[in-house]
């Protein structure tokens, strides 16, 4: 069974920096897509940053500049650093992975469960 775990998160005051960690674990062949997202209460889900297999990244405008996405596919996880910290930043941040596992033959999204990052003024 395929699973997205994540680490990180917590409390944090405004300025400050966190590092959240994700690492997808089980049958999984190759891993193409894998990306950041985040949701408030009351708000829809929206994308923080993804970063292909090659490395190539991409960001919300909210957090250029601020936020770094990185990975590292030989332990298949993706790492979000996440600088100058905002209260807007407030939110549950999931991870994300476009992956194949070895009982199915396409690629599938999967989710991490998400930890809370409060950011206080």
């Known amino acids: 069974q395929v699973q997205l775990v994540e680490s990180g998160g917590g409390l944090v005051q405004a300025g400050g920096s966190l590092r959240l960690s994700c690492a997808a674990s089980?049958?999984?062949?190759?891993?193409?897509?894998m990306g950041w997202y985040r949701q408030t209460p009351g708000k829809q889900r929206e994308v923080v940053g993804r970063?292909?297999?090659?490395?190539?990244?991409n960001y919300a405008d909210s957090v250029k500049g601020r936020f770094t996405i990185s990975r590292d596919n030989a332990k298949k996880a993706v790492y979000l650093q996440m600088n100058s910290l905002k209260p807007d930043d407030t939110a549950v941040y999931s991870c994300?992975?476009?992956?194949?596992?070895?009982?199915?033959?396409?690629?599938?999204?999967?989710w991490g469960r998400g930890p809370q990052v409060t950011v206080s003024s």
């Open positions: 994300n992975a476009d992956l194949m596992s070895n009982t199915d033959s396409k690629y599938r999204s999967y």
């Open positions: 089980g049958s999984i062949i190759s891993i193409n897509d």
């Open positions: 970063i292909t297999s090659g490395g190539s990244t």
